[in-house]
């Protein structure tokens, strides 16, 4: 299966920039969508950030100007440049990633995500 390990969060001051990087490893046989979601207590995970492999993204409106989805795809890895931050960017940021592998000689679509880091924001 795949494995998603998140690094690069951290305290920021607001107005200050952070990048988060998440690396996939495992046995799959492709990686389709690549994205970042994130959870702020009390409230349900939403959708920051997606990237296909082809180069195609989506950002939800409150992060659009601010932040930059990007993919190595030779390394199986996706980025988020958080710029401008606020207050109301705290949160733990999750990597999503969607693809097929193989069990056996059955292709199978996986969804995985990552454990979570923490993005905290000074006023």
């Known amino acids: 299966q795949v494995r998603l390990v998140e690094s690069g969060g951290g305290l920021v001051q607001t107005g200050g920039s952070l990048r988060l990087s998440c690396a996939a490893s495992?046995?799959?046989?492709?990686?389709?969508?690549m994205g970042w979601y994130r959870q702020a207590p009390g409230k349900q995970r939403e959708l920051v950030a997606t990237i296909l492999t082809g180069g195609n993204t989506n950002y939800a409106d409150s992060v659009k100007g601010r932040f930059t989805i990007s993919r190595d795809n030779a390394k199986n890895t996706v980025y988020l440049q958080m710029n401008s931050l606020k207050p109301e960017d705290i949160a733990v940021y999750y990597c999503?990633?969607?693809?097929?592998?193989?069990?056996?000689?059955?292709?199978?679509?996986?969804?995985?995500w990552g454990q979570g880091t923490q993005v905290t924001v000074s006023s």
């Open positions: 999503n990633a969607r693809g097929t592998y193989y069990s056996g000689s059955r292709a199978a679509n996986f969804d995985s």
């Open positions: 495992g046995s799959f046989f492709s990686i389709t969508d």
